[in-house]
């Protein structure tokens, strides 16, 4: 055999022994199949398009996060404004991305479109971000005010608060909304224990848009003063009327959601729409009875369609 010979013969050998061993290379590698995301971002308009900080994370340990880049033209923010950002994805060594468009769940974000790179170990995932106009900006401090008000910093961007109240880490309170940046828990703190509350704000623009919960600072109530609390305790502001019913409208312009309060000495129930309940209400186990004609809970008494309920309201087996 002369040397051309010999020589296309090694090459030929060399690149059949290279073809099969991709496939076997491919084989002993494992695939990734899907990834959620969540996106992080504080966008304003005014700030700067090339500064603007976001955090992504994901739910893979087989999946590293790379660079972050914001790919819309122009210098700043604008309102109206759809931030674009691509993200890098790195899969771990023997493994590598096989998603498609509904392996790749996000949060904070809209899904764009994907890009494999280095034999699919590299993933760039396009994403549209919320309208800058629909971003509020995070409450940076909560804490109490006078007596026992809840009080908490203005986010900007923001139409409404919901809140939560805790008793020694247990929530003891459904979400309240208010549009207001306090609100008076008297009514609530009627037991002993360390009392905190969680704030979040609500989009002005776009209500399904909320931002992240700030935990309050916590205030110890002894047993004077939940005593107190329970003796003088009542919750201001006025009923209010429209086409929907009966609600009422706390004096910082909040109002009851999926909660009980005392208002003149009564008890009322305000469902998820913040409209007064009025007949039978279950709540923590027990079955209460609103009275369809002013709506107050009924106490020691028997219902119209004859139930005794007790001194606190609840029905008596």
Same mark, same amino acid.
């Given at each position: ?14 690149? $059949?022994?290279?073809?099969?061993? @991709?496939?076997? @290379? ?15 971002? #504080?966008? @304003?308009? =005014?700030?700067?398009?090339? #500064? ?23 210098? #700043? ?13 790195? $899969? ?40 800058? +106009? ?8 909560? %804490? ?14 923001? +139409? ?8 020694? =880490? ?9 549009? =207001? ?6 009514? #609530? ?47 201001? =502001? ?14 910082? +312009? ?30 923590? %186990? ?23 309920? +007790? ?7």
């Amino acid at each position: 055999m002369n040397g051309k010979k010999l020589l296309s013969a090694v090459l030929a050998a060399v690149l $059949a022994s290279g073809l099969c061993s @991709m496939p076997a @290379m491919a084989a002993s590698r494992k695939k990734i199949m899907e990834v959620k995301m969540t996106v992080t971002a #504080q966008i @304003m308009p =005014g700030d700067s398009i090339s #500064q603007q900080q976001v955090e992504v994370t994901v739910n893979n340990s087989r999946v590293g996060v790379g660079d972050s880049e914001f790919i819309n033209d122009g210098f #700043q923010w604008y309102e109206g404004d759809v931030p674009k950002m691509e993200v890098k994805l790195y $899969a771990d060594e023997d493994y590598y991305f096989a998603t498609d468009e509904k392996g790749i769940i996000i949060t904070g974000g809209t899904y764009v479109k994907q890009k494999r790179e280095d034999l699919s170990r590299t993933l760039t995932v396009t994403i549209d971000l919320p309208k800058v +106009g629909e971003y509020t900006q995070s409450i940076t401090r909560a %804490g109490w005010g006078n007596g026992n008000l809840a009080s908490w910093e203005k986010a900007e961007g923001t +139409g409404s608060y919901e809140v939560i109240l805790y008793r020694d =880490g247990k929530s003891i309170s459904d979400t309240v909304t208010t549009q =207001g940046t306090t609100i008076d828990f008297t009514n #609530q703190m009627r037991s002993p224990g360390s009392y905190s509350y969680q704030v979040r704000p609500v989009n002005d623009r776009n209500p399904e848009q909320k931002g992240q919960w700030l935990e309050s600072s916590s205030k110890y109530i002894d047993t004077a003063a939940a005593e107190k609390n329970r003796s003088t305790g009542e919750t201001l =502001g006025e009923w209010k009327k429209n086409e929907n019913g009966w609600w009422f409208s706390y004096q910082d +312009g909040g109002y009851p959601v999926n909660r009980w309060e005392s208002i003149g000495g009564k008890w009322y129930f305000f469902n998820d729409k913040g409209y007064m309940a009025t007949g039978w209400i279950s709540s923590s %186990g027990k079955l209460y009875y609103c009275n369809p004609s002013d709506g107050a809970m009924m106490v020691d008494t028997k219902t119209p369609d004859g139930f005794l309920v +007790g001194a606190d309201g609840a029905r008596i087996s």
